[in-house]
């Protein structure tokens, strides 16, 4: 069992994708003291979990945080259509909270970015409600207390006004190996090597293609801030 420190104030999902990568690069640069959860589900992802499981660790080593892993799922899934990961997600999240009281979580940093960080919102509402009635033993949320609220985990999407080029682009300018830790592919990969041609292998090599080509997109020069 992973030991999470007492300081730790922040929750980061990790996937091994770039957005989770770009959520704990922004948590450790604010100073936050992170632990990152992964979702482990075979049954719904088959070789996927195992792929994103090793670059998830890979992730959490690099910048030294702890990874707790969510595999207690064993339920029957013999598709992947579905949004068992949101709620599987959403569950961990709020046990990873409800049971370690003596930790004071203050964060849950998002990666999501201008493509789909209202999804995300929408999905953390109910989710959010629940583990606050739950935290209030009450069924109406007019039973909260002011310090329910005030020490309820808030959520941040600090790159929600950036699209996915934009934020690659960030991350190279401080350090271009963080994309040698990114996982992502969706098609018949084989030996942890993603396919190359899969719509999710595509999505990032033009990502960061517009990265690398950005400079020739300012229009008044380049400056120094």
Request: include cysteine; glycine fraction near 6%; charge should be positive.
């Amino acid at each position: 069992m992973v030991k999470i420190p007492t300081d730790t104030d922040t929750i980061v999902n990790i996937s091994g994708g770039f957005e989770c990568l770009a959520a704990l690069w922004y948590a450790v640069k604010k100073g936050y003291k992170p632990v990152g959860l992964a979702l482990y589900n075979p049954n719904a992802k088959g070789k996927f979990a195992d792929a994103e499981l090793k670059a998830a660790q890979k992730q959490a080593n690099y910048f030294n945080v702890p990874l707790v892993v969510d595999n207690k799922s064993s339920l029957p899934q013999e598709t992947n259509i579905n949004n068992y990961s949101v709620l599987q997600g959403q569950s961990a999240i709020a046990m990873l909270i409800q049971g370690n009281r003596q930790i004071n979580f203050k964060w849950h940093v998002w990666g999501a970015n201008a493509d789909d960080s209202f999804r995300q919102r929408l999905q953390l509402r109910y989710p959010l409600r629940a583990m606050m009635a739950g935290r209030s033993r009450s069924l109406d949320l007019h039973g909260l207390q002011p310090h329910h609220v005030i020490q309820a985990p808030v959520s941040l999407f600090p790159f929600e006004w950036m699209n996915k080029s934009e934020v690659v682009s960030l991350l190279m300018k401080d350090n271009p190996a963080l994309l040698d830790l990114v996982w992502t592919c969706s098609g018949d990969f084989k030996d942890d090597i993603p396919c190359g041609v899969c719509t999710k292998c595509l999505e990032w090599k033009y990502a960061k293609h517009v990265a690398k080509k950005s400079v020739y997109k300012v229009q008044e020069g380049k400056h120094e801030v």
